[in-house]
């Protein structure tokens, strides 16, 4: 994979309004929701029980914004691929490069690269300000603390995972709808569909659910019935790995 066929792809992403349109939108819903969330808190701390302070987790309730960030960079991952397929440029681009396999690791690395740099900075900035916001009412975490360096750069990780796992999407079923759909059904219905089994098999299976990994890896204080938070984000990269395969080896075998 040379330097070229990643400037390539680059200039493919950064050329398109809807890049600078899902990176301020999904900046907007982590920054809005972790002040709100750290705004009640610091409000309601003086009045809270010894209870519901110990259990409160300062990392993973502000960020909880990053839920929803995740699908509008999902979706901007998927279109990287998608949208190729439903213009036909994807033609053109297999034309100037043959090695398909390329072509999609090339698409992978340029939207992981922006991933991890957006995310980087948004969930960074949405930690900072919700624990100045909540300092006042002596409920804030600073990143020196135990645990909380681990849990924002998971958070991080885990929107990388999922960039990986849109775009790999957008590459298995070369539709957006389609892509996106089951984008959606991963994160948000599989865990409703497992939160209606019979008890103890709900208890064994919410574990692998992508959803409950990803909230496990970004908190102080995982539940009971969760992996741990490095074995949940594992979890959650094992998702777009094995996504990944699957769309490396369908685009050698298939007609563009």
Same mark, same amino acid.
């Given at each position: 994979? /040379?330097?070229?066929l990643l400037?390539?792809?680059w200039?493919?992403?950064?050329?398109v309004?809807?890049?600078y349109l899902?990176?301020a939108a999904?900046?907007?819903?982590v920054?809005?929701?972790a002040?709100s969330?750290a705004g009640t808190t610091a409000d309601?701390?003086?009045?809270?029980?010894?209870?519901d302070r110990?259990?409160?987790?300062?990392?993973s309730?502000?960020?909880?914004?990053?839920?929803?960030? =995740?699908l509008v960079?999902?979706?901007?991952?998927v279109?990287v691929?998608?949208s190729?397929?439903?213009?036909?440029?994807?033609?053109?681009?297999?034309?100037?490069?043959? =090695?398909?396999?390329?072509?999609?690791l090339a698409?992978?690395?340029?939207?992981?690269?922006?991933?991890?740099a957006?995310?980087a900075?948004?969930?960074?900035?949405?930690?900072?300000?919700s624990q100045?916001?909540?300092?006042? /009412?002596?409920?804030?975490v600073?990143?020196g603390?135990?645990?909380?360096?681990?849990?924002?750069?998971?958070?991080?990780?885990y929107?990388v995972a999922?960039?990986?796992l849109?775009?790999?999407? /957008?590459a298995?079923l070369?539709?957006t709808?389609g892509?996106?759909?089951v984008?959606f059904?991963?994160?948000?219905?599989?865990p =409703?569909?497992?939160?209606h089994?019979p008890q103890?098999?709900?208890?064994?299976?919410?574990?692998? /659910?992508?959803?409950?990994a990803?909230?496990?890896?970004?908190?102080?204080?995982? =539940?009971?019935?969760?992996?741990?938070?490095?074995?949940s984000i594992l979890l959650?990269?094992g998702?777009?790995?094995?996504?990944?395969?699957?769309?490396?080896f369908l685009?050698?075998r298939r007609?563009?």
């Amino acid at each position: 994979m /040379g330097t070229e066929l990643l400037k390539a792809e680059w200039i493919k992403l950064r050329s398109v309004r809807s890049t600078y349109l899902s990176l301020a939108a999904a900046a907007a819903l982590v920054i809005i929701v972790a002040l709100s969330v750290a705004g009640t808190t610091a409000d309601n701390w003086p009045t809270m029980s010894p209870r519901d302070r110990s259990s409160f987790d300062p990392v993973s309730a502000p960020l909880f914004g990053a839920l929803f960030a =995740q699908l509008v960079i999902g979706v901007l991952a998927v279109l990287v691929v998608s949208s190729e397929y439903s213009t036909g440029l994807i033609r053109t681009t297999f034309a100037v490069t043959p =090695q398909r396999r390329k072509v999609l690791l090339a698409k992978v690395t340029v939207t992981t690269a922006l991933a991890l740099a957006a995310g980087a900075v948004i969930l960074g900035a949405a930690f900072l300000l919700s624990q100045a916001v909540m300092a006042h /009412g002596h409920g804030g975490v600073s990143l020196g603390d135990p645990g909380v360096l681990r849990a924002v750069g998971y958070a991080v990780l885990y929107l990388v995972a999922v960039t990986v796992l849109a775009t790999s999407l /957008g590459a298995i079923l070369r539709s957006t709808a389609g892509a996106i759909a089951v984008l959606f059904t991963l994160v948000f219905l599989v865990p =409703q569909v497992l939160d209606h089994l019979p008890q103890e098999l709900r208890h064994h299976l919410m574990r692998f /659910g992508l959803q409950r990994a990803a909230a496990a890896a970004v908190s102080l204080h995982p =539940q009971a019935d969760t992996f741990s938070p490095t074995v949940s984000i594992l979890l959650c990269a094992g998702y777009a790995a094995v996504a990944l395969a699957l769309a490396l080896f369908l685009i050698g075998r298939r007609d563009a």
